[in-house]
């Protein structure tokens, strides 16, 4: 049974960079039938999509947050991470990790069918 | 990238069946069968409920269908139960961003 776990600090100064690892068992990160996403949700609102990496190293950015995120796969380590920038008080939010279905035909990602179990990432001085 | 458009609640009796919508584009919901929908409960993940518009992971009730019209697609719920009280959300492929969500629907079980 495909598992993913996030990692990281859960309290991160306001300008500094938040950092976060998800940590993928019971399958390949590097299968190619796959992109791996990160999805916020602030504390009472809805789900925002972050991004998503392909294990090749593609990724794919909210166009509203790509300028603070990178994020990056090591397939060594069955592992992928966020990186966000420069953040402030509207960063706090549960963090999710996802694996979402590559469509092998025209490479969307149509779907995000596991997911991790989140982590509140509180941004506070 | 704007978010779907959902009804932020929706609500029905025991046994009764309910429809979620879900309004997007051209871009997103109109162009592509890549509409999904998930279901959240309280403190807890999404779990997927629906993918490509119509179809159930393995799992999932037969009493969640999905379908699509134009740019508004549909969650429905029949014989509805307490256990189906949730959020939810849509989401779809996009060509100008990948993923797009949309802002959630509280369903409540009266």
């Known amino acids: 049974q495909l598992q993913l776990q996030e990692s990281g600090p859960g309290l991160v100064k306001p300008s500094e960079t938040l950092s976060l690892t998800c940590t993928v068992s019971?399958?390949?990160?590097?299968?190619?039938?796959?992109?791996w996403g990160w999805i916020r949700q602030p504390p009472g609102k809805g789900l925002e999509w972050i991004g998503s990496?392909?294990?090749?190293?593609?990724?794919y950015y909210n166009p509203s947050l790509k300028s603070r995120v990178t994020i990056s796969v090591d397939t060594s380590k069955n592992q992928f991470s966020l990186k966000l920038s420069s953040v402030t008080a509207a960063d706090t939010a549960v963090y999710y990790c996802?694996?979402?279905?590559?469509?092998?035909?025209?490479?969307?990602?149509?779907?995000?069918?596991?997911w991790g179990q989140g982590t509140l990432v509180t941004v506070s001085s | 990238q704007s978010a779907l458009t959902q009804p932020a609640s929706v609500s029905g009796s025991p046994g009764q069946s309910i429809t979620i919508s879900c309004t997007g584009t051209?871009?997103?919901?109109?162009?592509?069968?890549?509409v999904s929908w998930y279901q959240q409960h309280p403190g807890k993940a999404p779990k997927l409920m629906i993918y490509e518009v119509s179809n159930r992971p393995s799992g999932v009730s037969n009493r969640f269908s999905g379908s699509k019209s134009g740019n508004t697609a549909s969650l429905t719920i029949s014989g509805l139960q307490a256990e189906d009280e949730a959020d939810y959300y849509c989401?779809?492929?996009?060509?100008?961003?990948?993923?797009?969500f949309g802002g959630g629907t509280k369903l409540t079980v009266l």
């Open positions: 019971g399958g390949s990160i590097s299968s190619s039938s796959y992109y």
């Open positions: 990496i392909y294990y090749s190293g593609s990724t």
């Open positions: 996802a694996r979402q279905e590559r469509n092998y035909y025209d490479s969307s990602g149509p779907y995000f069918d596991y």
């Open positions: 051209s871009s997103d919901v109109g162009g592509y069968n890549y």
């Open positions: 989401s779809s492929y996009t060509s100008s961003s990948f993923v797009v």
